[in-house]
């Protein structure tokens, strides 16, 4: 895990961020989730308010993201967590050019959920193509009563 500090103009703010490769043989989701968990307790140490709920928030973002990367990319993926005032940005850059696309709500269907998820849950989900893939970015807020 990577923290820093920066400052922006005569005010200080703090700025935290979290990189993890993800390859074949690298982090489980379980160990995601958990980087998640600490990273945003680092953040609620440094100052800025987190709400309970958001932990577990993230946690299922991180890890639809990072199961979709992991399952339909063919090579590493990269995940980036970067606290900036009361907004988490989330992404996941993976080897896979193809956009993610969401399916039509159905509870019957079982799976591909995924993209449903991070959506519902996100205050904006974007997906750019890269030269190399595609970077999928979530922007949480940490505490809606300070947005």
Known sequence: MDNSSASAGSTAKLTLKASLVLD??????????????????TVAAGGIAV??????????????LVTNARKHA???????????????????????PVAPTAK???PTRVGQHGLEIVTALARTVTVEQ?????????????????A
Do not use: M, Y
């Not at 030269?131 to 505490?143: C, E, F, Q, S, W």
């Open 24 to 41: 074949a043989d690298g982090p489980r989701v379980a160990h995601v989730r958990h980087l998640v968990a600490t990273f945003l307790t």
């Open 51 to 64: 709400a309970a709920d958001t932990v577990q928030i993230v946690q299922l973002i991180v890890s639809e």
């Open 74 to 96: 063919p090579g590493p993926a990269r995940l980036h967590l970067r606290v900036a005032g009361p907004v988490l940005r989330v992404e996941i850059h993976d080897t896979n």
């Open 104 to 106: 039509a709500p159905d």
């Open 130 to 146: 890269t030269p190399d893939g595609k970077r999928i970015t979530a922007h949480i807020v940490l505490h809606p009563a300070t």
